[in-house]
């Protein structure tokens, strides 16, 4: 036998210690160590006297051929892991807990049974009455889908080894399987390492394709050794407000499809329903003709999305003004304030500065640079932006608009529904298409954009004397706005 081998293991990282200590200093989380035993199935003894196979070595040149794909009879869902799921991959599904991740494996297994593939949803947290419950509640109680509420993963793996091989198995989740091969708790790193690996080598093996439900920590990262991510072939995040409707499916990695591609659903009481045109569901509530508002066109993976960004700029009573994002990056906000206030004189230091992405949508890409902008200018002087324009361009620290990659899809999306104007850099003029049919007011500094968000709120306040176009107002300097 061979000696058990005890370490403190970081829950939060997977970073091992020989001793305890209050602070990982892997991840710089605090008591997140917990003590486990680390020693593997076999032996050290057992496994040093073991032989290796040799194995058959092939070039690079080769024939090749796509690989097949099991549609999930969703389209947004088929859209986002590339077409459908591939034989013998294992996808990590995370989100918020209440998100939605049970109803949209659910809905999916279902249909996929109905089409008369063999699909096994086994669940750690859920009895089988109550997964009966949900699919009793979406009418998908008739689908052929087997059931089962196990979390041994020997039992599983045995179990599932009969019979035919099924084409899809959930797992609901991961953190709650446990394996006799590691002495830990299920839910430790070691559990859930041990488990994903076994699974995980079941998939290949047979050419089951395979869906691990993971938990998030607080900060919307998925729970557990970050190496189980690099382990499976897709992580797929379901993000969404709990008071919004919207939910979003992103992907985050993807060995066998585009990176960042996203999938629109909303919740209904029927489960989710599909958003076939994401752009009109996010602009129906639009606050027309209200100043610190501005349609910002952008790419989400492949997909042309137009999105409101909201801005209030308000005048502070603190000493230190707030600066409160939602659905952006705090860091982009704060560059952009840097660069309106060194460069084009907007004083922003006594203002308390708000800005939200409109539906709950997360916007990732710099191109949001000069819509965020634009809305708080808007906001600042109380000038009504153009209902009819959308706003896209990445700001750099001089204040000089550069270019951002796709801006023919951007104007394309942008002209079906609707909209008339685009304000975008002037290096991307060339690639702007001319059958977009929209009016391009490019633009080189955001001096220029500031100058003309500054001539609407001058002569809607006082019409006698407009404010000269290409040139900073006083009141910006002053900081009066």
């Not at 361009?393 to 001089?398: F, V």
Request: with cysteine; proline share 4%.
């Amino acid at each position: 036998m061979a000696k058990n081998t005890l370490s403190f293991v970081c829950q939060n990282c997977g970073a091992a210690y020989n001793r305890w200590q209050g602070k990982c200093e892997s991840c710089g989380e605090w008591n997140t160590l917990a003590e486990e035993d680390t020693t593997g199935s076999i032996p050290v003894s057992i496994r040093s006297k073991r032989k290796g196979r040799t194995f058959a070595l092939e070039s690079l040149a080769g024939k090749t051929q796509d690989a097949p794909r099991l549609s999930s009879g969703m389209t947004e869902l088929d859209r986002v892991t590339g077409g459908g799921f591939v034989r013998g991959s294992v996808l990590l599904v995370g989100g918020d807990p209440g998100i939605g991740k049970s109803t949209l494996l659910t809905q999916a297994t279902s249909l996929m049974a109905r089409a008369g593939h063999r699909i096994v949803y086994i669940s750690g947290e859920e009895a089988i009455a109550q997964v009966r419950l949900r699919a009793e509640r979406l009418g998908l109680s008739d689908a052929p889908v087997q059931l089962a509420a196990e979390t041994s993963v020997e039992d599983i793996v045995s179990t599932l080894s009969e019979g035919a091989v099924p084409r899809l198995i959930v797992i609901d989740s991961i953190q709650t399987m446990w394996t006799d091969t590691v002495e830990s708790a299920p839910g430790t790193v070691t559990q859930v390492r041990a488990s994903a690996q076994a699974l995980i080598r079941f998939a290949k093996k047979t050419g089951a394709a395979i869906i691990l439900v993971g938990h998030v920590t607080k900060d919307g990262q998925i729970a557990g050794p970050r190496v189980v991510e690099h382990m499976v072939d897709a992580v797929l995040s379901f993000e969404g407000e709990g008071s919004q409707q919207f939910r979003i499916l992103r992907a985050v990695k993807n060995r066998f499809g585009p990176t960042d591609e996203i999938g629109v659903f909303e919740m209904t009481g029927l489960g989710l329903r599909e958003v076939t045109n994401p752009s009109e569901l996010f602009l129906s509530e639009r606050d027309l003709g209200t100043p610190g508002t501005a349609v910002f066109a952008g790419i989400e993976g492949t997909r042309p999305l137009l999105v409101e960004l909201q801005a209030l700029v308000a005048p502070t009573s603190l000493g230190t003004p707030r600066r409160a994002v939602v659905g952006w990056d705090p860091s982009r906000l704060s560059m952009v304030l840097a660069v309106l206030e060194a460069h084009c004189g907007v004083k922003l230091s006594g203002h308390d500065v708000y800005l939200n992405v409109a539906g709950g949508l997360r916007i990732h890409e710099p191109a949001a640079d000069l819509a965020a902008a634009a809305a708080l200018v808007s906001s600042l002087v109380n000038a009504q932006l153009p209902t009819d324009a959308v706003y896209f361009g990445e700001i750099s620290l001089s204040g000089v608009v550069r270019p951002v990659a796709q801006t023919p899809a951007r104007l394309k999306e942008a002209a079906k529904l609707g909209f008339q104007r685009a304000v975008l850099p002037e290096s991307a003029r060339g690639e702007a298409s001319g059958d977009a049919g929209l009016t391009l007011n490019a633009i080189n500094s955001l001096t220029t954009l500031v100058a003309e968000i500054a001539a609407r709120g001058s002569r809607r306040g006082d019409s006698s004397a407009p404010a000269e176009k290409n040139a900073t107002p006083a009141r910006f300097r002053r900081g009066e706005g």
